[in-house]
C-alpha cells in the first residue's frame, strides 16, 4: 500500500490527539508532521503519555504550526484540527501548492459567509473557498470527497442528527412544521482549552442545557436539513452538557406523514446505508458507551402513539464519528484506501 504524507496542525488538541493515534496505526500514512504551539520543540510521548505507545511518532517533536513547516516535510494532504477562525490561513496557501485539506473546524461548513459572521461573531477570512469546500458526511456525499481539495468536517452535533434525519427527509416521510432536536454530549466536545464551567468540579454530578437557543452548530444542522428537504426547516436544537469526557447522545422529536410509521423509517435507513460501513440500525436504543471509541453512529427509533411523534436516536463518539474518526473515513475516499482503514480491526 502506498503511503501518505500527512500534517497534523493542532495535534496536542482533543481531536488532534485522536487523529494521531489513528493515523499512526494507519497503513497507508506516514506522519510527517505535527503541530502545537504549546509543546512545540517536545517529544510528543512525553507530553501527551497516551501517544507514547506509538513507537512510530512517540519520539516525534511538535513543530511549529505554520506552512512553511508542512511543506518542508513535504506534506501532501493536511488534517486541520483547529479552533474556528485559523484554518484560513492554512487552507489557501496550501490549496495553492496543491496539498489537499481536512478542516475538522467550522470554517468551511457554512455556504453562506452572511450565516458565519452571524453565528461565529467574524468575517469569514476566505469565502471564495466556501463553495469548493465539500462537506465530509461520507454515507451522503462520498464521490464529491474522492475528488475534493478540500474536506469541511461536519461538527459532532451535525452528524448525529443529520445521519438519521436525511434519509427521511429525501423521502418526505416527515411532517417540517415540527421538528426538535436534544443532543448531549461529553466535555472534550469543548475542546481543551481551560474554562471554568468545563472544570471537572462544575461538571462532575452536573447536566445541563448550553448555547440555547442558538448554539453555532444550529446553522450547519439548518442549512444541511434545508438541502436535503428542499425548502427551509426551523429544527428546535437544545444541547446540553453530559458530565462524561466523550460520547454524544441525540434524541429527535418529529411528526410523520400521513400513513408513515416506524417501519417504514427503519426500511428507510436500512436502503439508505447497507453499503455504509458505520451505521448500525438497531432494535436497541443507542448508548454512548457502545459507540465509545468507535466511527460508529448506532440509529434506533419508537413510536409514541399518545403523542403522535416518532421518537428517532443515535449515538455517536462526539471525538470519532463526530470529528477525527469522520476526518480519517474522509481522508481513505480520497487516498483512495478502503473506507474503513485505520478505523476498523
Not at 468575517?123 to 458526511?137: N, T
Request: charged share 20%.
Amino acid at each position: 500500500m502506498e503511503r501518505k504524507r500527512v500534517g497534523i496542525v493542532g495535534a496536542s488538541g482533543y481531536s488532534g490527539q485522536e487523529l494521531c493515534a489513528l493515523l499512526a496505526c494507519h497503513r497507508g500514512v506516514e506522519i510527517a508532521a505535527m503541530t502545537s504551539r504549546q509543546y512545540m520543540g517536545k517529544a510528543v510521548g512525553d507530553v501527551l503519555p497516551r501517544l507514547a505507545r506509538y513507537g512510530n511518532i512517540a519520539s516525534n517533536r511538535f513543530s511549529f504550526p505554520s506552512v512553511s513547516s508542512l511543506t518542508d516535510a513535504g506534506v501532501e494532504v493536511v488534517f486541520l484540527a483547529l479552533p474556528h477562525g485559523l484554518a484560513a490561513q492554512f487552507v489557501i496557501p496550501l490549496l495553492e501548492v496543491g496539498v489537499q485539506v481536512i478542516d475538522i473546524s467550522a470554517d468551511f461548513r457554512l455556504r453562506d459567509s452572511g450565516l458565519y459572521r452571524e453565528f461565529y461573531g467574524m468575517q469569514h477570512p476566505a469565502p471564495h473557498l466556501l463553495s469548493e469546500a465539500v462537506y465530509g458526511l461520507p454515507e451522503w456525499h462520498a464521490d464529491e470527497i474522492r475528488s475534493a481539495r478540500l474536506v469541511a468536517c461536519p461538527g459532532c452535533y451535525p452528524t448525529s442528527i443529520l445521519l438519521p434525519l436525511l434519509p427521511l427527509l429525501a423521502r418526505k416521510f416527515l411532517q417540517l412544521e415540527f421538528l426538535c432536536v436534544a443532543s448531549a454530549s461529553g466535555v472534550s466536545g469543548a475542546g481543551r482549552k481551560p474554562e471554568i464551567p468545563l472544570l471537572f468540579g462544575e461538571c462532575d454530578d452536573s447536566f445541563r442545557a448550553y448555547g440555547v437557543p442558538q448554539h453555532r452548530h444550529l446553522a450547519e444542522i439548518k442549512q444541511e436539513l434545508s438541502l436535503a428537504a428542499g425548502e427551509e426547516i426551523r429544527a428546535c436544537f437544545v444541547p446540553h452538557l453530559l458530565p462524561t469526557h466523550r460520547g454524544l447522545h441525540t434524541t429527535i422529536f418529529s411528526v410523520p406523514s400521513k400513513d408513515i410509521d416506524a417501519t417504514q423509517i427503519r426500511l428507510a435507513w436500512e436502503e439508505d446505508y447497507i453499503q455504509c460501513p458505520f451505521i448500525h440500525v438497531g432494535a436497541v436504543l443507542p448508548d454512548t458507551k457502545h459507540v465509545s471509541g468507535t466511527n460508529f453512529c448506532n440509529l434506533a427509533i419508537r413510536t409514541d402513539l399518545h403523542a403522535g411523534k416518532l421518537l428517532l436516536f443515535s449515538a455517536i463518539d462526539n471525538l470519532m464519528k463526530g470529528s477525527a474518526g469522520q476526518a480519517v473515513q474522509c481522508f481513505n475516499l480520497m487516498s483512495g484506501f478502503l473506507e474503513t482503514e485505520g478505523l476498523l480491526p
